[in-house]
């Protein structure tokens, strides 16, 4: 049973931090790329940071660049997105993705942790 299970989120103050994890179970995690979206409320689902298979190639969106970093170790299969300086317009629901390096129809999903920035 593959599951992806994020954790982390919560109620943060502008300027403060966060770190979300996600552990992935059930399929061979090293072998997939992964990636966190958003979705802020009443908006479009939006990608915010992919991590390669291997780790060594990161990609962010220019909202989240410089503030926020995606990295992950493939021996708890986990990965993990710091978020530092958080603003009001992070406040989302922050999605776990899994994507095949090779079929990249094979994709998993996870059900979302809830980060608020509000003073």
């Known amino acids: 049973q593959v599951q992806l299970v994020e954790s982390g989120g919560g109620l943060v103050q502008p300027g403060g931090s966060l770190r979300l994890s996600c552990v992935a179970s059930?399929?061979?995690?090293?072998?997939?790329?992964m990636s966190w979206y958003r979705q802020p409320p009443g908006k479009e689902r939006e990608l915010i940071a992919t991590?390669?298979?291997?780790?060594?190639?990161?990609t962010y969106a220019d909202s989240v660049r410089g503030r926020f970093t995606i990295s992950r170790d493939n021996a708890k299969n986990t990965v993990y997105l710091q978020m530092d300086s958080l603003e009001a317009e992070d406040t989302a629901v922050y999605y776990c993705?899994?994507?095949?390096?090779?079929?990249?129809?094979?994709?998993?999903w996870g059900q979302g942790t809830q980060v608020t920035v509000s003073s």
């Open positions: 993705y899994a994507q095949h390096r090779t079929w990249r129809t094979d994709v998993y």
């Open positions: 059930g399929f061979t995690f090293s072998r997939y790329s």
């Open positions: 991590i390669t298979y291997t780790g060594g190639t990161t």
